[in-house]
């Protein structure tokens, strides 16, 4: 999907500049990486404002247009479809200006056009959280502890693209949202059982509730809790390697 570029000509892009082989890093030594064959076709991306760069070729962009929201809730269903996953709404698909506080922000990986992969940031706000339908003890626990709580919820990757990249990018896209800009604590996310070895391993994350069903997906989950100070200290240190 192409739309002529609304970024305006006096408009400052967020840049960032992080070490973009954390992800490469840490999969080294994981069989958890193996097996992806690549299978590229054309998806493209509408062209908006704020865009985060963050390697030569491959930015994240603040999804912001109607049409750019679209298209990572297709690609979303489309990735979910093929694993049997069910997504509930499209709850994510109203233009809000990024964030604001109880927002969500949906963030969007494109190399020259082309839509590699998103995930929406979801922080807690009086609305609460989506996973509080199947984890609501769990997270009022993590509030009462004085945690500082967000959520990731759809992400997806599109088959044949670069995820490794993709996905770096949209974690540390993510880090910022959450840590810098909302000063978040801690980040949630519901992941497959099968999965969750590949979140420990490669991101840090610590499961924090035992399988359930997520009524969202129509699939069991598991509850996986990101300490994103910690986060933010692994980052440093792979940047400094």
């Not at 497959?192 to 840090?204: A, E, T, W």
Request: neutral net charge.
């Amino acid at each position: 999907m192409n739309i002529p570029n609304s970024l305006e000509q006096n408009a400052i892009p967020l840049q960032i500049n992080p070490n973009s082989q954390w992800v490469q890093s840490l999969l080294q030594n994981s069989h958890l990486g193996r097996g992806i064959h690549p299978n590229p076709h054309s998806n493209r991306l509408p062209t908006g404002s704020l865009p985060c760069l963050t390697e030569e070729g491959l930015r994240t962009v603040v999804a912001v247009l109607p049409e750019q929201l679209q298209a990572a809730e297709h690609l979303v269903r489309r990735r979910y479809a093929w694993r049997g996953y069910h997504v509930a709404s499209t709850d994510d698909l109203d233009a809000t200006p990024p964030g604001m506080k109880g927002q969500p922000v949906t963030l969007l990986a494109e190399d020259g056009g082309r839509l590699l992969g998103t995930l929406t940031v979801r922080p807690d706000s009086p609305q609460g959280l989506l996973a509080e339908e199947s984890y609501r003890p769990e997270i009022e626990r993590l509030r009462r502890e004085g945690r500082r709580l967000g959520e990731v919820v759809k992400l997806a990757l599109e088959e044949g693209a670069d995820w490794k990249a993709a996905l770096n990018a949209l974690v540390q896209s993510a880090y910022l949202i959450t840590h810098v800009v909302h000063a978040l604590t801690d980040v949630l996310i519901e992941v497959n059982p099968r999965h969750v070895r590949f979140y420990q391993r490669v991101l840090g994350f610590a499961v924090a509730a035992a399988e359930r069903v997520c009524a969202r997906a129509a699939a069991p989950s598991v509850l996986m809790l990101l300490d994103l100070v910690q986060f933010g200290q692994r980052l440093e240190l792979r940047a400094a390697a």
